[in-house]
């Protein structure tokens, strides 16, 4: 069955520190990869994604992603972080468009300004 | 455009009791998802409707849980019931479908329900 892992269950960084949470996903064939932010009270967003092509990808407010199909993992990264970064962040796959997103549990980032 | 709209957006009852939960897809959206998202968890999987159908309903945890989408358009997650374990936030997501590279889930808002 497929499984995503988060490595880091709860991250606290300064502003302006530099971001890498892990994702590690279960599953032998051919992935779509998302990591989705959930700012306080607010709903589930998409940050980025990846499908196929370049392993790199980018996202909104500065987010960037790496895909490493030899590590089965797909980063989440930032070179420097805001107070309003703040946010509990997840990483799904599905096996292909139409099918259901497996998550990780997922990471809370807490910047302090 | 409006985003997925969930309603109650709370919602609590009694241990027993019958609930009704109810999403509003995105417009022309065809792929619909319900989710679980228990506290400290990732959302978990229920079901999905491509359509009116249930293209795949192997989330439910078991014959309490319901779910229809009559036209094709809004669904209603159905509890009958329901245990205090039923406890979670209840997700809904939509989605274009079909196609690789296209399908992007976006999600609603939520339906906290508290069963006491």
């Known amino acids: 069955a497929q499984s995503v892992s988060q490595h880091n269950h709860h991250v606290i960084l300064s502003e302006a520190a530099s971001l890498e949470l892990g994702c590690n996903y279960s599953y032998g064939g051919t992935v779509n990869l998302f990591w989705y932010v959930q700012y306080p009270g607010q709903h589930l967003q998409l940050l980025l994604k990846y499908f196929s092509g370049d392993p790199l990808v980018k996202g909104i407010k500065g987010f960037e992603a790496e895909f490493i199909k030899s590590k089965f993992s797909f980063n989440l990264r930032k070179p420097s972080v805001q107070w309003s970064d703040t946010a509990e962040y997840f990483c799904a796959v599905n096996a292909k468009a139409g099918t259901a997103l497996i998550f990780g549990k997922g990471t809370t980032l807490s910047v302090s300004s | 455009g409006a985003g997925v709209s969930q309603t109650p957006s709370n919602k609590v009852t009694e241990k027993g009791k019958y609930v009704e939960l109810r999403c509003d897809p995105i417009?022309?959206?065809?792929?619909l998802y319900w989710y679980r998202q228990s506290l400290g968890q990732g959302p978990e999987f229920l079901i999905y409707f491509q359509g009116t159908g249930a293209a795949d309903d192997s989330g439910l945890p078991n014959d309490r849980f319901f779910a229809v989408r009559p036209e094709g358009s809004v669904s209603t997650l159905k509890i009958q019931r329901t245990e205090r374990g039923d406890s979670a936030v209840y997700l809904c997501?939509?989605?274009?479908?079909f196609g690789e590279g296209t399908d992007t889930q976006y999600f609603g808002p939520g339906t906290r329900l508290t069963v006491l």
């Open positions: 997501a939509s989605s274009t479908s």
């Open positions: 417009s022309g959206h065809t792929a």
